[in-house]
């Protein structure tokens, strides 16, 4: 975002008015950006500003509402209309590129009769570039140094002023001093340097600055060459000593108390033609060494390299590498032994935690490395012979025993064997430790999303063996799939049920013996038909006694939608004599037709039946003398679904 800086003329006239005028926004610049205005371009923004509110004090201390426009009056004397009377004006010196600004008081007094007495300018930034004083009356009839440009004013006694503005140069002889503090009041809302500028060439340069910078806001030394600081004494910092390039010391640098001071640097270089060390002397007995922190973390996040001497004789010392989550991310003890992540190495290395190498790893039992590019793991026995190599050739994964006689086991902590690879049958063994085939369970097999997969050759009959009692096997050459039991010789051999495999046959299953289900059995209709549907039939069965003549026997199927489901009914009765016509059936029942007598036919129904959503209806007419009150038994057939 642009950098707006403001400029404003206040005026005070002889009889007492106050004028200002300005702009909250007189230069704008870009950030990490210079900006060169000409000089007839400035003069043409300050005549153009607007009449604003008055106030006598800097604009950071003010509201917003500081630079409101009163009216369209300029400080030219302009309304963009027409002219009116100009108490200061400003004019150039110089080249209308390059020349200066002055400023003059109109000395002809207004209509009526007023002039101005007094005026100030405010805008730190501005006043210094045009070299105006900020927040100083200037007094149009005060005593005033001539200013013809290669005229000089000489002045022989002492210069008493609350303040003394010089437009351009500023010297002192050498016989001469000042003797008294020089105060730099400024406020930080703009830059204020003492400059020290080169005007040998054409472009003045700015060698050297000492001052505050707003941008950074701090006190800072800008220098144009490399060399920062150049002293041929000791130099002492009370406070911080910050580096930002290389820090180049001849001798010996001693800071003394690196506890309450910071050294900091971009980097830091330790170079001797002989031995280079950093030495870090503790005089106490305690901890000492080096803190690496983040200044941009928390203040608890740090990283150290501490040594530690437990007492003046030299025993107990130890370097430690820790962090402030971690205060064992290495420790190196007097024995000569390393710790990782533990205070307490039983051995010359002990590590809590994993281990990654990218080398070998070689133990008396064993070792870590890279054969033919491959890494492998070898564990040996106590004689050193290779008995068990681990690792990975070309993407594959391997276990290589080094004698077909040794087995190999997965066990758990009571050392039981969960699976052990029989290397000299070539089979494997799962909960045993015996296996019988290629692989041998003890116990069951859960396949979760995926098959089994049997590999069943021409003349094979493969499949799953139930113990000798009854298998599941496919059949290759007949392509059909037999669920058989056996036939008392301890081998299944006798087919129970033959399904066929070969999409060209008929899908007919075979079965040897009764079916018996507890639930529906499903047979699909294969018709084209519009009106076929395919479902699944289950049956209920009813039986008890019919009632009296000309009455209804209404029985609860517990059917769901028996009107959508239920299919036929069967009725069988037990009939006497006699026979009848049946009396009207209800509306919006389905007509389910006569049964069989259980000891005769006849022509005439005797009986009726129908039935709806909850009930079966079994009515006997006023003339079956001969099945009233007989037995009747009843089937039931409907679908799991809705017909229609």
Known sequence: MASNYDFRILINTVSGSNISYGTSSLVSVQPNTSLVVNTDTMVDKINT????NVFN????????????????????????????????????KGSSDSGSILFHVNSTPTAGGDYTKRYKFFGNKVCNVLGVPENYWIYADKFRFTNTGSEQNYISGDVLAQSLHLRDNFAISNAGAIESDLPMKHAKDTDRWIKWTDVSSSIP??????????????????????????SSSATTASGDFKVDGNLEIGGTFSPSSVSTGTITATGMLIQSSSKPILEIRNDAE???????????????????????????????ENLRFNSAINENILYLNEAGRVGINTQEPSEALEVVGNISASGNIDGNLGKFYRDDTFPQLQLSDDGGNDVLNIGQSGGTAFFKTSDTDNDFQFRRSDNKDLMRLDMSTLRVGIGTTTPSQKL????????????????????????????????????QDNNKLLIERTNGSGIPNQPIITI???????????????????????????????????????????????????????????????????VSINVNVEVESGESTPTDVPDNSFLAGGGHFQDETVDNF???????????????????????????????????????
């Open 205 to 230: 340069q700015n060698d050297m600055l000492i001052g505050y910078s707003n941008q950074n806001d701090r006190y800072e030394i800008r220098m144009q060459n490399e060399d920062l600081l150049i």
């Open 286 to 316: 305690t901890e000492g060494g080096i803190r690496f922190t983040d200044t941009q973390a928390l203040s608890s996040q740090h990283f150290e390299i501490l040594f530690n001497c437990a007492n003046n004789t030299g025993s107990g």
């Open 57 to 92: 004090g800097k604009s950071h201390t003010t509201a917003s509402s500081l630079f409101n426009q009163i009216n369209s009056t300029q400080f030219s004397g302009s309304t963009g209309t027409d002219t009116n009377y100009q108490f200061v004006s400003a004019s150039i």
């Open 606 to 644: 005797e009986y009726q039946t129908w039935f709806d959503d909850s009930k079966v209806y079994l009515h006997v007419e006023s003339s079956a003398i001969g099945i009233d009150n007989n037995r009747f038994t009843m089937i039931v057939h409907y679908t799991t679904a809705d017909l229609y």
């Open 500 to 566: 066929p495999t070969n999409t060209s046959d008929d899908l007919v299953a075979t079965v040897d013996g009764d079916i018996s289900s507890s639930g529906g059995i499903r047979i699909d209709n294969t018709s084209t038909s519009a009106f076929a549907e395919q479902a699944t039939i289950k049956w209920a069965v009813f039986t008890g006694t019919l009632g009296n003549t000309n009455s209804t026997r209404q029985i609860t199927h517990g059917i769901t939608n028996g009107k959508k489901r239920i």
């Open 49 to 52: 500003m607007k009449r604003i």
């Open 440 to 475: 041998t369970v003890s116990g069951s097999i859960e396949v979760d999303d995926g098959n089994l997969i049997f590999d069943v050759k021409s003349g094979d009959t493969r499949g799953i063996d139930f113990d000798g009692d009854a298998a599941i096997r496919f059949d």
